[in-house]
């Protein structure tokens, strides 16, 4: 019988690096906090949370003080994964001879990534990282603003969310995330010559890349809602709601992400005389506890749709 091979950890980087580029959660998934979170097991990671307990005070002269206590301490968050995800195909010997080759298992798992995967892993980030927020700070939470947005408003909308981050203190680079209406509405808006650039011709560039220094990134409506059914691929689910535009900070939350199993059988009296693919996959998004003011949405009211 042939043996099952994993190629899970390569297969990780693998589709990690085909597919950055139409995974528009992919910089959220890649977050740098990553680096710092510790896997214990296959499905708890922890985090190191280091704290400083008091600031400076004014120093006596001549006064020496022995035996200080350490004035920090040094805790660990813990997350247990909770999306867990598989997915197999057979492909017979036969298909792949008749089709001259384009029904080969690799054909198959990249028109799978495109169109299935990549667009799921969207989905999950985007609603876990509001979901988060809800979670830490309450459906009722200045960060969460539920109002359509016009031409007239967004601008003011996105003020509102800088204004809330700056006064809470948060640091790391911002990046907002918005639906394609959105940024229609950005473009045509009001205070337009806030955001736009004068080319060469003197006409007015309307292409909206940043505001405010705050990059932009322009996600598929369909990608970017409160909420989807995962029980299989990644479906919509009454009652949610529309994610018009979020900004978010660097640093708010971590994503782990490890393939547990990747692997091809070749043809076999288990397989039926079939090719069989099969991976698994464990992922999560977890925003910090202290440090969820540094995301904010914008979510159109339950009973209308973005652009509508």
């Known amino acids: 019988m042939a043996d099952l091979l994993n190629y899970a950890e390569a297969y990780g980087q693998a589709v990690d690096e085909a597919y950055a580029d139409i995974r528009t959660s992919?910089?959220?998934?890649?977050?740098?906090?990553?680096?710092?979170?510790?896997?214990d097991g296959p499905n708890h990671v922890k985090v190191p949370l280091v704290s400083v307990k008091d600031g400076r005070r004014n120093r006596s002269r001549n006064n020496i003080t022995l035996g200080k206590m350490a004035d920090y301490s040094n805790d660990w968050e813990d997350f247990k994964l909770a999306f867990d995800r598989e997915w197999e195909t057979s492909v017979d010997e036969r298909d792949v001879d008749?089709?001259?080759?384009?029904?080969?298992?690799?054909?198959?798992?990249?028109?799978?990534?495109r169109n299935l995967k990549v667009p799921e892993q969207d989905k999950y980030m985007y609603s876990k990282l509001f979901k988060e927020k809800v979670r830490l700070d309450g459906a009722d939470s200045d960060g969460i603003i539920n109002v359509q947005l016009t031409e007239q408003n967004v601008l003011?909308?996105?003020?509102?969310?800088?204004?809330a981050m700056d006064e809470s203190e948060v640091q790391g680079t911002r990046t907002l995330y918005i639906t394609p209406a959105v940024n229609e509405l950005l473009k045509n808006a009001q205070i337009t010559n806030r955001f736009a650039m004068a080319n060469g011709s003197g006409d007015i560039q309307r292409t909206v890349h940043s505001l405010d220094d705050v990059t932009i990134n322009v996600v598929p409506s369909s990608r970017m809602k409160t909420d989807y059914d995962f029980t299989v691929g990644a479906a919509d689910k009454?009652?949610?709601?529309?994610?018009?535009?979020?900004?978010?900070?660097?640093?708010?939350?971590v994503a782990p992400d490890k393939y547990q199993f990747a692997g091809l059988q070749e043809p076999s009296a288990l397989t039926q005389g079939n090719y069989l693919y099969y991976e698994s996959e464990f992922a999560d998004v977890f925003m910090f506890k202290n440090k969820s003011k540094g995301y904010a949405a914008v979510v159109a009211p339950a009973a209308t749709t973005d652009g509508k």
């Open 26 to 39: 992919d910089s959220l998934w890649k977050t740098p906090a990553n680096n710092s979170l510790r896997w």
């Open 98 to 113: 008749d089709t001259n080759g384009i029904l080969t298992i690799s054909k198959i798992t990249d028109e799978f990534n």
């Open 156 to 163: 003011r909308q996105f003020d509102k969310m800088m204004t």
């Open 238 to 253: 009454a009652g949610s709601q529309q994610i018009q535009m979020f900004l978010i900070a660097e640093g708010v939350h």
